[in-house]
């Protein structure tokens, strides 16, 4: 993974944490619901990072 994947995935969730925030304040549920939304998508494309990189260790280690 590279560090820019996961600069954008923390920016991404940082952006949600704030949206929700921000929904709950407003009382808004749309706001609070694009924030989990986003939290949601950096978790996921951070665990798709997880797999991807354990998955290149593991065939670094059959390489040696």
Request: hydrophobic share 20%; glycine share 12%; no cysteine.
């Given at each position: 993974m590279s560090f820019t994947d996961k600069a954008k995935n923390a920016v991404q969730k940082a952006k949600g944490k704030v949206k929700k925030a921000a929904g709950k304040v407003t009382d808004n549920e749309r706001l609070k619901a694009e924030g989990k939304a986003?939290?949601?998508?950096a978790n996921i494309k951070q665990a798709g990072e997880n797999v991807k990189q354990a998955g290149e260790n593991v065939?670094?280690?059959?390489?040696d």
């Open positions: 986003d939290q949601s998508g065939k670094d280690a059959f390489k």
